[in-house]
């Protein structure tokens, strides 16, 4: 079983700036697609950014395109999502999350279904 750890949450100002991270032992974001997910308060859980395996796919939510940015580091074997022009709307708990076998031939998707391993969140609040 893997334990995603994401780091990097806290509290900004509108229009500012993030960056999270997520690691673990053993995760390799060469081996299967990953993602970034969130939820508000009262809200379902929602695909934010996802990745393939490769890095070269990508796929965000309408609502954070232009906004956010997923990238992963091979060699550190980190999964990251940069958060910028952060609206209060933003506001949520983030979550990673793995596949647990790769899927090749498919369509990268960004559903919370398609992921098996997942962290336990942090926190992001967009705030005056």
């Known amino acids: 079983q893997l334990q995603l750890v994401e780091s990097g949450g806290g509290l900004v100002q509108p229009g500012g700036s993030l960056r999270l991270s997520c690691t673990a032992p053993g995760f390799m974001v060469s081996y299967a697609n990953s993602g970034w997910f969130r939820q508000a308060p009262g809200k379902e859980r929602e695909g934010v950014a996802c990745i393939s395996k490769t890095g070269e796919d990508t796929t965000y939510a309408d609502s954070v395109k232009g906004r956010f940015t997923i990238s992963s580091d091979n060699a550190r074997n980190t999964l990251y999502l940069h958060l910028n022009s952060l609206k209060p709307e933003d506001t949520a708990v983030y979550y990673c999350?793995?596949?647990?076998?790769?899927?090749?031939?498919?369509?990268?998707?960004?559903?919370?279904?398609?992921?098996?391993?997942w962290g336990q969140g942090t926190q992001v609040t967009v705030s005056s």
């Open positions: 999350a793995t596949q647990r076998v790769p899927r090749p031939g498919s369509a990268l998707g960004c559903s919370i279904y398609e992921y098996d391993y």
